[in-house]
């Protein structure tokens, strides 16, 4: 099915999914808030993958670090120098855009040179023009600083200027011997974090794709050089079955897009995005990548703190290499619901399904009483099951109707109280994606939903 990003706007919104930032003042540009539904899928997607990669992996720890961060940590990460996006303006119809991205919209090929220099004669040498109003007359070059600044304290100087995270994945790397002291770990182990990220990006865009505030979910992953076993592909392999398992996204819904060696950072010795088929194009959706030991090698010089880990086999001490997997929560909300939504003729009808796994349905069951007089036992089952899932009341309209909503929304269950029920003490329950129903026992709805849950 072609799914189409201002329908699947539209109904994220009418939904209670995602709505846009600051509305009711006519909307900061590129925010978007969470609904009542969107936010339990959101932890949903959270939970999943802390359950996954975090609490379900004995390799791994957890971390929360801060957001502001001591400068040191983005002069030795790079990010104070480096941090920035080629800004190129349109001279005629004045639209601000990165260089890079007209570059490849036009070209349709990846750039392995981002200097200046390169974008600039590319442009030149293919003429390429405004994607806004078509003509060819850009400023120069500027490199755009990315990082949010702000300051801390009552004195705004600057000296008292810190930067919002760009990335979760600093904090982790700062922290890696607080980390490996306390818990005693032997490498290899890893450490994964989720947590907000800021960029003042250029031009964000596609819906809820790239935006100036979002989230991450990042693992660090720390192993000895002298380590044979291939942790870059175990990963790898790690990523693709929370995709496919845990997410149940479709094979043919993703791609797997190895950096050349021209494209890969200095330091890094491999990369591979994980690129999905959104409404609007191919996109990184998750990142892995082999940083080699550039950030605690980096971060050992600029804070004059020894980061390195004594091996216990060769009583050698060592800096570990790091694989890191990344990936943006937002991202893969949108990618999520991109690969569970469809569209299915029900005899005469259209029926809009959700098909959501149940770890990430926001409702787990709806209990819907299928007349008024069932709406006091309707109400005590539903008082009963909410405690153990989270479960939604609905009492208005058809039962059809009701159906459909909750098929629309995602919610693997639905439990309708008839006017049998109260002899026989049972439920119907139907399944959303086949839509069978079957008579349980209201003492067994708990039981049958796990034994029946995909
Ligand atoms: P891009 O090339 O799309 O700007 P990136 O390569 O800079 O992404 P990373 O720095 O590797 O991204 O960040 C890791 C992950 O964080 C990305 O794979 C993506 O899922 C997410 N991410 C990065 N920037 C944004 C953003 N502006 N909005 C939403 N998610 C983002």
Known sequence: MKLDMEKLIVFLKSNGFIFQGSEIYGGLANSWDYGPLGS??????????????????????????????????????????????PLIDCKE????MRADKIIEEFTKEIITDPSDENLERII???????PICKKQN?????????????????????????YLRPETAQGIFINFKNIQRSTRKKLPFGVGQIGKSFRNEITPGNFIFRTREFEQMELEFFFSKDDKQDWFEYWLQEVNNFLKNKMLFKQENYILREHSKDELAHYAKRTVDIEYKFPFGVGELWGIAHRADFDLKSHMAESKQDLSYLNPQTNQKEIPYVIEPSVGVERLFLATICNAYDEEKVGEDMRTILKLPFALASYKVA???????????????????????????????????????????????????DFDSINDQCVTIRERDTMKQERVLISEIINYIIKNKK
């Open 93 to 96: 119809c004045k639209t601000r």
């Open 138 to 162: 850009f400023t120069s070059i500027r490199k755009f600083m990315l990082m949010y600044k702000t300051n801390q304290g009552v004195i705004e100087n600057e000296n008292s200027i810190v």
């Open 40 to 85: 339990e899928l959101k932890k949903n997607i959270k939970d999943t993958w802390w359950n996954y990669f975090v609490r379900n992996n004995e390799l791994n720890v957890g971390l929360d670090s801060s957001i502001l961060l001591n400068n040191g940590v983005w002069k030795a990460s790079g990010h104070l120098k480096n941090f920035s996006d």
């Open 367 to 417: 209990v819907l009483p299928l007349q008024k007089q069932q709406a006091e036992q309707a109400k005590q089952i539903f008082d009963e099951i909410k405690e153990e899932l989270n479960a939604t009341f609905d009492l208005a309209g058809q039962i059809g109707k009701r159906y459909r909503r909750q098929d629309a929304i995602g919610t693997p269950f639905c439990i309708t109280v």
């Open 124 to 130: 030149k040498e293919k003429a390429i023009p405004c």
